[in-house]
């Protein structure tokens, strides 16, 4: 067909605060992104997700002024959304469901599964637009009386455009309605795109490219791409949303904690996390293990995880019951007759908010292990659960999230650093729906948002500043260590955490906006990043359409990304070694002078040639050569699959990171 490149087969794809800006930064009285009184404001932030809640506060646009001129989109209307659910703030709605009910077979229940409209069923577009960019709100609290305090989001003066594209309570979508909503996002105009939807591990050029070459054209007209990393947990290279033209975000805690904890009868103290206010448990109750009251030995293993009609009920009666719960989909639920109830994580110690109609919490693993050991070794266990209780100031924090995906990519080619950023993402206070004016969510969803916000925010201090300005300007500037002064660990196991946790670090917004340096890229450079993966002429026209001549010999290792990820295999190890080559802009003082500081890699050596460069407003550009080698008096041991470390510039005012990966496979 004429002006077709080619034919691809629908997929289905799933969904992916009062604390959180100021732990960023953004609130303090030295910050400058909301000093200015702008915070973000004519920026507009197209969220593709499951639509909004319009009515809630965080979306009111008495403070705005007029709607950019700019502005191309439209408020469409729908069941239960008229033109006037759009104002200053949410100046524009789309909806498109045409591949979910394809996919589904039948139409999508007006009313019932979803609102036909850019309203939201679900709540998570709502969240995350919030999170984003929702206007300051005082006195928000949850429903149950938790984490009260003044909401905004990143950027709370940006303006937003709603693409519903995310149906049903699962929050699911084709690929097909993604793709058109960037397109819409791209035609209407706006400056960021916030993508909390889920994406793809395994080889980059996969049957899911139609999003990535959608993504590549949001990109290529300006827009600022931030993605959710994902939230298959920590299994190495389960990171998500890979091509360097997006921002990928892992998921974060911040300094505050929902405490809803577990009181044993021998006094001990377990943490726990849920919304119970305390008030239906008056003291202590016996407590027992769902295994242990199953209605048969056949229903052991299913009562264990509180499973349908598998625990005894005349067991239950007036107790609290203990079950686990794991990653596999299971039919919970809560015991007849039980007064209580504590769901303890089979691995792992990452907890989040969540409600029952019950007095409930959950728990880490290793308190379900203290009261299975509790319960087996006293002849009448009892136990209560404390009403939840906000503590702010929590060390150490942030920690990588326990569910947030991890690198390293997986595209045997070549190597690059996924995924790129940091930001809290853990029981994140934001706008809710129907009956709740405010709600927790936990997610790489939820982080996603914040970068979203915070790129909107930069593009209104720099608004000639590149995607992969912004990104680098984030990238360079964050932090990788915690409240304590360590560096950032995982909430799962307590073990320090690396660049394929956390990626840069965890994002500093008021550092962002002043980076010194940066490293810039366009379509060119994205167009030789495909020759290195070895792209055919063919797929490459894909990406652009009048095809592109690739360079000579094109490698990764040359793609001007703010990190540098050097592959080995344990075969060719001596004598091995890997150069990159930068080029960084100083957005800086014009005769700014920087000098490298190197922390390499256990058992590697690093080379920066030159190790000083000079900058003034006639050569605002630089570059640099940096080598990766085995050290040859302390040689890489048996076992060793990756080692950390940076190259920092210093001008005396800045300190520009960058993340040195030393990666050794096995062949």
Known sequence: MPGVKGLYPDLPVQLATTRSTEFLGLASASGRLWADGKSGEDVIIGVIDSGIWPERLSFDDLSLGPIPARWNGVCEVGTNFTVSNCNRKIIGARFIFAGREADKGRPIEDGVEDYKSPRDMIGHGTHCASTAAGMRVARAVSPTGLAGGTAAGTAPKARIAVYKALWGPEGRGSLADLVKAIDWAVTDGVDVISYSVGGVTGEYFTQYYPMNVAMYNAVKQGIFFSVAAGNDGSAPGTVSHVAPWVTTVAATTQDRDIDTNVELGDGTVLKGRSDYDGTALAGQVPLVLGGDIAVSALYVDNATFCGRDAIDASKALGKIVLCFKDDVERNQEIPAGAVGLILAMTVGENLSVSHLNIPYTNVGNKAGKTMVSYIGSTAAPTATIHGAKTVLGVKPAPKVAGFSNRGPITFPQAQWLKPDIGAPGVDILAAGI?????????????????????????????????????????????????????????????????????????????????????YDMGTTDYLNFLCALQYTPEEIQHYEPNGHACPTAARVEDVNLPSMVAAFTRSTLPGASVTFNRVVTNVGAPDSVYTANIIAPAYFEVAVEPATITFSAAAPTQSFTLTVSPNTTAPVPAGVAAEHGVVQWKDGVHVVQSPIVAIVSAS
């Open 434 to 518: 129907e009956n709740e004016d405010w709600a927790f969510m936990t997610g790489t969803s939820m982080a996603c948002p914040q970068v979203s916000g915070i790129g909107a925010l930069i593009k209104a201090s720099h608004p000639t500043w590149s995607p992969a300005a912004i990104k680098s300007a984030m990238m360079t500037s964050a932090s990788i260590v915690d409240n304590t002064g360590n560096i950032i660990t995982r909430d799962e196991s307590g073990e320090t955490g690396t660049f394929f946790d956390f990626g840069a670090g965890l994002v500093r917004p008021e550092s962002a906006n002043d980076p010194g340096l940066i």
